[in-house]
């Protein structure tokens, strides 16, 4: 591996925004480790302070969220000794959406001889986010990778195995080796049901304070530092207070804020959100990953795209008619007058070229009148030849679970005919800003999983977010947080009841009266699928200055209707899931249109982000000179932003431009 | 097509319920069961109606959140199928669905469709889990599980914890859930050491909330992770095992 000087110019301007509103601020400090990124983690580790086993129960540590980064976070910091209180929404921690991930998790464990290493996964991970990620966060989840895949193993996930008892593998989108551990196509449910039995036993064991059915409305700040979170129990409509030490937020992704998306429908933005109203920075918002294989929109009342696992890619040919507007059946057409794009034009990566490129393909197909299936705005994934070449026993091995569920929602059977996919909004990339330490510009705000915008860059690699949320719950967090914490031994916690928390508390009240006061007639899901609709046409997988200034003035118009034309039915003092959901889509509507803001100010392609007058030859055009940072946004609610920077350099895998020809 | 609703409504725990009537005119074979509560409730949240309160998240069958009662059966007519997977295409135009919540003992409804499983949370913590603390687990490729152990062990593990099969138990057993953690975690070499110690804490707290097994069978039918039905004999197993162990894990 090369290791040229750093490829990020020494000092640079940042350009000045062309978006109204907008002024540019400071240059962000990562608190990356200097030397080598290959070492900086081991570096990193022996500098922290530790906390001595005896003083750690003083530390009261607050997790919100209970998916693979929160359950591993509390149990691991439980399991040290900490006072640790676990927060989830649902009934049970089971059922954080890291649940729904298929496909499985990438580990740098190199154990075949397909030449696969850790600067091998670091290179393809920071390629395969465009170099719009930090370096030395991703040689960092490749060492931890080895430990995870280790630990899960140990406490329940049963990996796929080989026949002499290996542990099996398979290969990803964007990548030619094969790293990709699976637990048929269940990965995210086996890892995140050991993650959430692992959070019990510490219930059990008396260390970890659960709480279900409690969602977080704000963040307590108080000299500073964050202090603790304000909840509402979902039962009982009571509002309460919970100050600690360190706060973790691991509260998933915002996808959703699309209305459809892959995400499960009560997936949020909301704890993120208040947390960036208080002062948390919020990094590359308009980074959202559309996955390739969703299953096309059919009915205006469906309620979400359901995922297919990029696994599929491995086996499936994609493919749509060479003719627009070919009303045949797909079997009807022959051999010639197909047209399997992505092999064609990608011919080393082929049908596994990265999860933008094979987006932005096949909208493009749709866009030229080439999508297939009653609306045309899907293309196919066909599996003829693999099941001629394996037969359909070693399909239904690999994929059996995906094709029946494919069947339940589309009442089609792939054995027999090709499936239909589509691009939808999937898995953020965006979120809060934090730090080496996971540690937002909130001192004592650490973040965790897909609410931080680690590793990913403008794009995220498949496989890549399982393995990004499990090393930050049980890995990166247990290390980081007691060096937070150490220096605060002896100083008093903020009581629950202090003036800050109170604050806080008020102001939470204030907002779940002021949505049941609005007594308009339409309900929160009227304005949130009004919201999808213009984010898809304004900000999704092709965006232009033009679809994007649209969008946020049709952003600013709904959001003044949805004050005003709210109804939210029933009380605050029982369990109201319209209340929960009108609270989620006003802070959609405000994310949106910072969405849109960073998505218009950044003037140039790069991954996920693709920016229609930026394209050389229909690729993504990137521009290193001016855009080689990771904007981070103060959105202080007053419709200004401000974009304040952290210069991103690249030593070990030299900026260069992506290539999957 | 048009269909009519029978749905449970219940203001608390505490409350009595009651059925209530619905139409709902523009449902399609496509739609999923709840879809079809959500056109509901579009409906009657636009007419100032309060609308149903109903569980579910994922909707792709995997996150256990959802689950109801349809026409007296866990989840719907459709075999082993979650309520989001079941579609609206076995209905024909206007025809009548009672949509109730799931029926336990051990469930309290806590509003409209919405009850409480936590006593299956209550198993779990109670021993359904693993002693290893991050940072101690040995190579995975150290200790041997064959790929017929894996998928033996994948089989069981697949349950999505949705309660459906207590629902479905005359009896309110929980054999189906317990037995599937039970056969999934004895078929790991990790997890050896502690195997009669789990079956004792999970069984003695499943008998606090739940019924005895009579093997009725009812269980299997609506799973939707089609967890076999040799997971109730894994109680059993692990149970008789552990006794036979005592002291020994």
């Not at chain 1, 439980?78 to 921690?93: C, I, R």
């Not at chain 1, 990094?283 to 205006?300: E, G, N």
Request: with cysteine; proline share 5%; glycine share 10%.
């Amino acid at each position: 591996m090369t290791t040229t000087a750093s490829s990020a110019p020494e000092t640079y301007d940042t350009p000045a925004s062309r978006v109204p509103g907008v002024t540019t601020g400071d240059v962000l400090d990562g608190r990356v480790p200097d030397g080598s990124p290959a070492t900086a983690w081991a570096r990193r580790k022996l500098a922290y302070k530790l906390v001595n086993p005896a003083n750690r129960r003083k530390f009261k540590i607050i997790v919100v969220g209970t998916g693979l980064a929160g359950s591993g976070a509390a149990a691991a910091l439980g399991e040290l000794g900490y006072d640790v209180h676990s927060f989830t929404y649902h009934d049970a921690p089971r059922r954080a959406h890291s649940v729904a991930a298929q496909g499985g998790i990438n580990a740098a464990r190199a154990r075949k001889v397909d030449n696969d290493s850790i600067e091998r996964f670091v290179t393809d991970t920071v390629k395969g986010g465009d170099f719009r990620g930090r370096e030395v966060d991703a040689f960092r989840l490749g060492e931890e990778s080895v430990r995870v895949i280790d630990h899960l193993n140990a406490i329940g996930a049963p990996f796929a195995r080989e026949y002499g008892g290996a542990l099996a593998t398979r290969s990803f989108g964007g990548v030619q080796v094969s790293r990709t551990y699976y637990t048929r196509g269940q990965t995210g449910q086996q890892l995140q049901v050991a993650s959430a039995q692992a959070l019990l036993r510490q219930v059990d064991a008396g260390t970890v304070t659960l709480r279900t059915r409690h969602e977080m409305l704000d963040l307590i700040i108080d000299d500073g530092r964050a202090r603790g979170v304000i909840m509402r129990n979902l039962l009982t409509g009571e509002i309460t207070s919970h100050t600690a030490d360190a706060v973790v937020l691991a509260t998933g992704g915002y996808g959703n804020v699309f209305y459809f998306s892959t995400l499960a429908k009560n997936s949020n933005a909301s704890a993120a959100w208040r947390a960036t109203q208080r002062g948390a920075l919020f990094a590359s918002p308009s980074f959202i990953q559309f996955h390739p294989t969703a299953l096309p929109v059919s009915s205006r009342w469906q309620s979400k795209t359901i995922l297919m696992s990029e696994s599929l890619r491995n086996d499936g040919r994609i493919w749509v008619p060479l003719a627009p507007g070919d009303e045949r059946a797909p079997n009807d057409i022959p051999e010639g007058e197909r047209d399997y794009y992505l092999e064609r034009r990608y011919p080393t990566f082929g049908n596994l070229t990265p999860r933008d490129v094979a987006s932005r393909n096949a909208s493009e197909q749709i866009t030229a009148g080439r999508g297939v299936g009653p609306l045309k705005n899907s293309v196919y994934l066909d599996f003829r030849d693999a099941i001629a070449r394996l037969g359909a026993a070693k399909i239904a091995e690999r994929y059996g679970n995906l094709f029946e569920m494919y069947t339940h929602a589309t009442g089609e059977d792939p054995y027999k005919v090709p499936m239909r996919i589509a691009p939808g909004a999937h898995f953020t990339m965006g979120g809060l800003w934090s730090d080496y330490n996971q540690m937002t510009s909130i001192p004592g705000l650490f973040v965790g999983g897909e609410a931080g915008w680690g590793y990913h860059g403008a794009n995220r690699l498949g496989a890549n977010s399982l393995l990004s949320a499990c090393v930050d719950g049980w890995f990166t967090l247990p290390y980081s947080i007691p060096n937070y914490l150490a220096p605060l031994l002896g100083q008093p916690r903020l009581a629950d009841d202090g003036p800050a928390a109170r604050e806080a508390l008020a102001r939470a009240r204030s907002r779940v009266d002021s949505l049941l006061a609005v007594d308009g007639q339409h309900g929160p899901t009227y304005f949130h699928r009004l919201l999808g609709d213009i984010l898809y046409a304004g900000c999704g997988v092709h965006r232009t200055a033009e679809t994007l200034t649209t969008a946020i003035t049709a952003i600013r118009e709904l959001r003044e209707r949805f004050w005003t034309e709210l109804r939210v039915a029933g009380t605050g003092d029982h369990l109201n899931q319209e209340l929960e959901r009108a609270g989620r889509v006003a802070d959609y509507l405000e994310l949106a249109e910072l969405m849109c803001v960073d998505a218009l100010d950044r003037e140039e392609s790069c991954g996920a982000h693709f920016r229609g007058e930026h394209q050389v030859d229909g690729e993504a055009a990137r521009d290193d000179e001016l855009w080689a940072f990771v904007s981070a946004w103060e959105a202080p609610g007053d419709g200004t932003f401000v974009r304040h920077h952290e210069p991103l350099s690249f030593d070990a895998v030299p900026l260069q431009k992506r290539n999957y020809r | 097509m048009k269909l009519t609703l029978d749905v449970w409504r219940q203001d608390n725990p505490a409350g009595p319920g009651r059925l209530e009537t619905y139409e709902v005119l523009d449902a399609t074979a496509e739609m999923s069961v709840v879809e079809l509560l959500d056109r509901l409730n579009e409906q009657l949240v636009e007419s100032g109606a309060d609308p149903i309160a109903f569980e579910s998240d994922c909707r792709e069958g995997i996150c256990g959140a959802c689950g109801v009662t349809v026409d007296e059966r866990p989840h719907g007519a459709q075999p082993n199928t979650p309520s989001c997977h079941q579609r609206l295409a076995r209905y024909s135009d206007g025809d009548r669905i009672r949509i109730e919540p799931l029926r336990s003992a051990a469930y309290p409804v806590i509003r409209d469709l919405v009850v409480d499983r936590s006593a299956l949370d209550r198993v779990i913590t109670a021993g359904g889990h693993v002693a290893i603390a991050a940072g101690t687990a040995p190579d995975a490729d150290a200790a041997a599980l064959d790929f017929a152990a894996a998928e033996m062990a994948l089989d069981f593990a697949a349950c999505i914890g949705c309660g459906a099969c207590v629902a479905a138990c005359p009896n309110g057993a929980a054999h189906l859930f317990v037995g599937s953690k039970l056969a999934h975690l004895a078929a790991l070499p990790t997890t050896k050491a502690e195997r009669g110690r789990r079956a004792r804490a999970m069984i003695t707290e499943m008998e606090l909330d739940f019924g005895p097994c009579s093997s009725y069978g009812e269980c299997a039918d609506v799973c939707p992770a089609g967890i076999p039905l040799t997971a109730i004999a894994a109680v059993n197993k692990e149970r008789l095992r552990a006794v036979l162990h005592r002291g020994n894990d």
